[in-house]
């Protein structure tokens, strides 16, 4: 239930209640839905401080879903071409991966 609950936190950018799963045994590299995990769904909503906590917690940057394959910048790259273009937070999520080496495993590789 934590790891859910850090998934729903993540992707709508609730820095407190991030802090406070992750301080209670929530795992940033758990992946409930198919895979997707919390950074999975913070990148691709374009939550760059929920980007940050998770990265920060030690969520694997190129930890790949079940469900397509992909990892959380493929997610946001998805997300900015297709649904969102222009979203200044996917933005940012795009580029703060890309500085830390991660690349899409399927999106755009």
């Not at 992707?11 to 209640?17: C, E, T, V």
């Not at 998770?54 to 493929?74: H, Q, S, T």
């Not at 795009?94 to 590789?109: F, K, Q």
Request: glycine letters at 12%; charged letters at 20%.
């Amino acid at each position: 239930v934590l790891d859910e609950a850090l998934v729903h936190a993540a992707q709508n950018d609730r820095a407190a209640a991030i802090d406070w799963l992750l301080a209670h045994g929530a795992d940033p590299d758990a992946g409930p839905y198919q895979g997707c995990g919390a950074l999975h769904l913070a990148a691709a909503f374009g939550a760059i401080e929920s980007v940050r906590r998770l990265v920060a917690a030690g969520a694997d940057i190129d930890r790949r879903n079940e469900f397509n394959g992909d990892n959380a910048l493929g997610w946001a790259q998805y997300a900015l071409e297709q649904e969102r273009p222009g979203d200044l937070g996917i933005t940012a999520v795009v580029s703060y991966l890309r500085e830390l080496g991660s690349r899409p495993a399927v999106w755009g590789a």
